[in-house]
């Protein structure tokens, strides 16, 4: 596919997704594509790559203000080394910045897990920047008393914590709309190309999202016995092979 027609995919796979629904709050995770300064993809990104990424212009020009509610909330995941350019995508979306939340990735003992990676420090943290837009777009009352960190372990690559939705659902009204999510979920509508089939197929850590400990328990919310069957087959062939 041409550059041209993956961006007008995406787009119009976003707005078939919502449906002409308006979303009050956004939760978004883009497929960051880091570049280095001659413009060129990062060789050690292309090398890792587990999925396809897009340029902060094709970011910046997805509809986002077309699908939600003329008050609403936005929560954006950002690498540190990108906020610039995060900010940049929150405003092209229609949204004023207001402050953001810290997940500390923290090992089992409660420490730094020190295992990212970083040119100048080694990143134990990711913001999820929050945005608004519209009239009277405070947080509801449990947000007021939300303190803005998030602490809990790594999992697969780019996974974020399931935490954030439940302080989502408690801190911002619904409908709720997830852009370029991994796996389906009670109350939000899904958008993104592996929000139907998600398994990590490559070797990660045992607390991975799709493993059995996690997903008897809130993560995600899939439902249909053939998918089970393949999420089945898919963990017992990922088991066998690391
Ligand atoms: C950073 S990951 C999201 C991780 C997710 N928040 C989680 O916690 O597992 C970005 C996602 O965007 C998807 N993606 C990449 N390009 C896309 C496109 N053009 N349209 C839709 N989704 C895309 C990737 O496949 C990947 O699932």
Redesign the pocket.
């Known amino acids: 596919m041409s550059k041209t027609s ?1 961006k007008d ?2 787009v119009r ?1 976003l707005l078939a997704a919502a449906s002409g629904q308006k979303f009050s709050t956004v939760l978004a ?3 960051w594509r880091f570049e280095n300064r001659t413009g060129k993809m990062a060789p050690e990104h292309k090398r890792l790559a587990r ?4 340029t902060v212009e094709d970011i910046c020009g997805l509809p986002v203000a077309a699908i939600t509610a003329e008050t609403a909330h936005l929560y954006l ?1 950002v690498p540190n080394a990108l906020l610039p350019e995060g900010l940049a995508v929150l405003a092209a979306w229609g949204f004023t910045y207001k402050t953001n939340l810290v997940w500390h990735k923290v090992r089992k003992d409660g420490g730094p897990d020190g295992r990212g990676v970083g040119f100048y420090f080694r990143n134990t943290t990711e913001l999820l920047l929050f945005g608004v837009r519209g009239k009277n777009a405070r947080t509801l009352a449990p947000g007021r008393r939300q303190v803005n960190i998030l602490r809990t372990m790594k999992r697969e690559h ?3 914590p399931d935490e954030t939705y439940e302080l989502i659902e408690r801190c911002s009204s619904g409908p709720y709309f997830e852009m ?3 796996g389906k979920r009670e109350s939000w509508t899904v ?4 929000s139907e089939d ?1 398994f990590p197929d490559w070797p990660t850590y045992a607390n991975h ?1 799709q493993s059995q400990s996690a997903d008897s328990a809130t993560t995600n919310q899939r439902t249909g016995s053939d998918h089970q069957l393949k999420l089945l087959q898919e963990r017992r062939r990922y088991f066998n092979d690391v």
């Open positions: 993956e995919a995406a796979d995770d883009p497929p999925y396809g990424t897009m995941w780019s996974r974020k370029f999510a991994r958008w993104g190309d592996q998600y999202s």
